[in-house]
């Protein structure tokens, strides 16, 4: 009797994170590609609106390979950083106490100038085969981009 009251609680808990899987590996799939920033916003901790930060990003672009490696092309420092990308996930509870699974797009690059690794790790707020924004904090508050696919 315990091993089926055992077998009842964890093959949904199996099943579950399963599908949870599948759903980055899609989302990755979707990724996959090129992309150029079409909007990239900071806002300070508790700010409301932020600054425009695209004179930082424009003409930038991020190739992200099926193999989980990724190029990034700065284009004003005329630089290109080589790294690796995925999709991860984390489990908030809401209100209820249900599960609520949060994407996030997880980048790192090598800068052999600085000789140093520079990243983001970014909720995926938004994604389709064309468009994602996505947000990533750092220690003074958070970058919001929005990126196409060319």
């Not at 009842?8 to 899987?21: A, G, H, N, Q």
């Not at 920033?37 to 190739?63: P, S, V």
């Not at 797009?105 to 800068?111: A, N, S, T």
Request: proline share 2%.
């Amino acid at each position: 009797m315990k091993k089926v009251l055992l077998s009842l609680v964890l093959i949904p808990l199996f099943l579950t994170s399963c599908l949870y899987d599948e759903v980055a590996e899609m989302k990755e799939n979707k990724i996959e590609g090129v992309w150029t920033f079409e909007k990239a916003r900071f806002r300070e901790k508790w700010e409301l609106f932020g600054d425009d930060m695209m004179h930082h990003f424009k003409g930038d672009i991020i190739e992200f390979y099926d193999d989980n490696t990724a190029l990034y092309d700065d284009f004003q420092l005329r630089q290109q950083f080589t790294g690796n990308w995925g999709v991860t996930y984390e489990i908030e509870y809401d209100e209820e106490g249900d599960e609520v699974p949060v994407y996030f797009l997880d980048m790192g690059f090598y800068d052999p100038i600085e000789d140093q690794v520079f990243g983001y790790y970014a909720e995926l707020h938004f994604l389709t085969r064309k468009r994602m924004r996505i947000s990533a904090w750092n220690d003074r508050g958070e970058y919001i981009f929005k990126l196409k696919k060319i």
